[in-house]
């Protein structure tokens, strides 16, 4: 709160008590998302989703009260407004940018696009189901339609270069596709050689001790060991987090209760390990945001992008480094008992780090991940550019696979159709996952300059030192800045894509003895 | 919805939808409580506490919209409002009360009263843990004069004859304290007689039988197989409800989405299994409401004391009956393995149904138990009289358990500190607890009438047929009447005490040899 008791103070302090309300209201929204995935009995699928319903009708309501806008035409006009901190016009900014959006739209549009929606991700299922891409493929158009003139719309209202720009914003502000493309085009252009690298190594990695069978007790047991390690708090009195178990791994919460889940599989406990250290890296984010922010609209995450870098610095950089495994594999023998005795460190960290082309986004590793969804980038900014349609999209998509991945897409379902995104309508999302790989480069750069002994800190497990590192120099600014401006705060530099590429190389020549 | 289009019927369905959208809003708020009480992490408790303060702001400003008013205006003065169906003039008669007692009270008195809750609850807990109630004195004495002056205006608005009556009005409607005061004092004079046989007959059950460890997983198994027994459907792929486990135990929810927990205690089962039968007696009335009112007010419970009935029916008159024991002993048996063998059928109904008078409300057998809720409405009702003062308390309280209950009260804490109830401010709350026993008695008998094979029903763990019975005859009514109607449209009598303590003398005359 602004201490001054002039009428910019007052406006501000209401503008901020209006913005905590539906900031409160989304936290309880989370929390009914999260307790419909893990704990609701399945009966109350209809209630449910009037509940969830009501909520975000309460929260458009609330977003888009007259007096907001009031206050913001108000606050803006004002003669002192220049007094107001940083902090406090970021604030304003971010309130006015989220009225801006939630007032411009007609509410006819808003309402059928999210009724479209709603029939698309159905009939995806089906059309997934049944590996026949001409059962989505009307639906699909018509939500690309309506999301083209809300893009339209959202285009003058924000200033984007284009319509898919203006998509793109709502996960990874003011950053534009022409940005993305260079960053996308250097990005592949480095990946593909690390790839042929590894592919062609004269010893592939053995990856069948990852298929031992571990029994679910045992995988709960190393989910909470992780968890301590990383420093996700599940278990003292003052615990901010806890871990259930979903079809999905997902992270959901706000400050004081961000809770994370995984999926348990038998014969592949390495999947519910990284999915653990991944979402445990989400949860780190929002639980090391600024507490004098809570309630504020800058006591929030940056962007899709940079909560991304977050997770996968944690699963990847920090969990799938020799470092980390030199120090937990002798703890992970200890929880398994007598399953992965003789498993020599060079094999298991050949394993969790194996490099293979696949189809299937969500199951590919590091090196290959990021073409997977630049993949999906260029696709989304052709469609929306009107350089292709949706019937193009089987087409490209296997084309670009084989392209870019060397493999060939034998049905739409493990093609176009392998991802809930576009059913959902959330055009302008995949290119984050990438961009949050980026960023990871630049991040570890930066850490190795201001922490030389880094890994020897991975190697006694200390990943503690590492994440107030992090949250000094990555999740105290929460939303103060925009993405690429978040990025030179942090790094001194512009955003590059070197310092990951850097990166891969580095750890990949060493494992695959290129 | 009403079908027709005349301005009744436009009304009436604006009128029920937004009661519908606080019925939903409660529905979440069930939500946030039931999580706090189950799975939210420890650090969350003041976020929790601001989400919680944010919705029941929220449900206060919607049930006092003042276009509420105006509908109600316009509905009970339209010339055609005696076209209105009986279920439509209920949900009318149901959304002006609630209307007018949200809005009647000064905003002023209901905020110093939830504050003042607050500070006498925590302010209870430090002073039970200290037995002393000269520490909670003050802060009781404050709360009982801002619910005073609350029932005053109460007493007015809901045409009451004493204010005290209008504070028993929220959980039971419509029912004096004049009448509860003749039910009870009826109801003591035929459970002391009871009481002195079973104390002074010759053989006394073994309890100690009940005391045997039973390890938590066990627990958790018989747990899931009495939910089977009555019908709590916690498994199939279309259950309802959940089985947690808090410190006490409850239940909350609406329709699709009943949850209840229990307690496990090693060495005393008899705790979960019953609390278990108790709250899915709760369950049973929420999951038995007619599908067709659901998001209508005459889509609840009828009133605390009905709801009381149901748990107190499945847990005590079916769930302690020696019929029921005969069937489920030997399931028992069979899920506790060796630790149970040896324990005969008439030992172990004798040990579940032990009289024996004693300090503990929550602790209190089925025959005491009326006592203990007597003496506290006697309390309540002289108190807002300004018969006695809250510093009479103790002694009050103490010659009452003396003289009813012939137990010596050795500190506050064991006595009238032991409820959270009067530090909450739930004056009226505690008759309920006596009335739900009291129509238990009649129901039975209706149902014995009914159903001339009961007991053999009972004998055969076929409490389904019980359920259905119940369903149709007692839940089915929902909030239609308030609870002296709906007895007597349950059963074709007046309210009487008569049946419940028949009902007593039956079976513990059989059980006592009296």
Chains 1, 2 share one sequence.
């Not at 350089?387 to 392209?403: G, Q, R, T």
């Amino acid at each position: 709160m602004v201490a001054r008791t002039d009428e910019l103070g007052r406006d501000y302090n209401k503008l901020l008590q209006k913005s905590k309300e539906t900031i409160l209201l989304m936290s309880i929204n989370g929390l009914a998302e999260w307790d419909m995935e893990t704990k609701m009995p399945p009966k109350a699928v209809n209630l449910r989703s009037q509940q969830l319903g009501m909520l975000s009708q309460l929260e458009h309501k609330m977003s888009t009260d007259p007096e907001i806008g009031e206050l913001l035409d108000r606050i803006l006009r004002s003669t002192n407004y220049e007094d107001l901190s940083q902090v406090e016009k970021r604030n304003v900014h971010l309130v006015k940018k989220r009225y801006d959006e939630m007032t411009k739209l007609p509410e006819e549009l808003v309402v059928s696009t999210a009724k479209q929606a709603a029939i698309a991700v159905n009939v995806w299922k089906a059309a997934k189901a049944a590996k026949d891409y001409s059962i989505f493929k009307p639906q699909l158009e018509k939500l690309v339609e309506l999301k083209s003139k809300a893009a339209e719309i959202l285009m003058t209202v924000k200033g984007t270069a284009t319509p898919y720009d203006a998509l793109v914003d709502y996960y990874e502000p003011s950053t534009s596709s022409e940005t993305i493309s260079k960053l996308f085009d250097e990005l592949r252009s480095g990946l593909i050689p690390i790839i042929k690298k590894c592919v062609t190594a004269p010893t592939r990695p053995d990856e069948s001790l990852l298929s031992r069978t571990i029994p679910f007790d045992t995988q709960q047991k190393i989910s909470d060991s992780l968890a301590k390690v990383v420093g996700y708090d599940i278990e003292s009195p003052s615990a901010g987090g806890r871990i259930d178990e979903t079809e999905h791994p997902f992270t959901n919460g706000y400050y004081d209760d961000v809770r994370i889940t995984t999926h348990y599989y038998e014969n592949n406990f390495a999947s519910s390990l990284f999915s653990v250290l991944h979402e445990a890296g989400h949860a780190m984010y929002e639980q090391n945001l600024r507490r004098d922010w809570m309630f504020q609209p800058v006591g929030n995450g940056c962007s899709s992008g940079f909560h991304e870098s977050q997770s996968r610095f944690v699963e990847n950089i920090f969990g799938r480094s020799p470092e980390f495994w030199s120090y937990y594999l002798p703890e992970l023998r200890r929880l398994t008992g007598s399953i992965l005795s003789g498993v020599g460190l060079n094999d298991f960290v050949r394993a969790v780090n194996v490099v293979r082309p696949s189809k299937i986004r969500v199951d590919a590793d590091e090196v290959t991940y990021c073409l997977h969804v630049i993949i999906r980038f260029n696709i989304e900014r052709d469609l929306f550019a009107g350089k292709i349609s949706v019937a193009d999209l089987p087409e490209v998509w296997n084309e670009k696979y084989m392209k870019y991945l060397d493999v060939k897409v034998e049905n739409d379902s493990e093609g176009l159709m392998q991802d809930t995104h576009w059913g959902l309508g959330y055009f302008g999302y995949f290119p984050t996952y990438a961009l949050g790989n980026i960023y990871d480069g630049q991040i570890l750069a930066t850490l190795k300059k201001q922490m030389p002994d880094w890994s020897e800190r991975f190697a006694r497990g200390d990943f503690l030192s590492i994440r107030q590192w992090l949250g000094e120099n990555v999740h105290s600014y929460g939303d103060l800045y925009d993405p690429m401006d978040l990025m030179k705060k942090i790094t001194g530099e512009e955003i590059a894509v070197k310092p990951f590429l850097d990166y891969l190389n580095d750890k990949y020549s060493n494992l695959y003895g290129y």
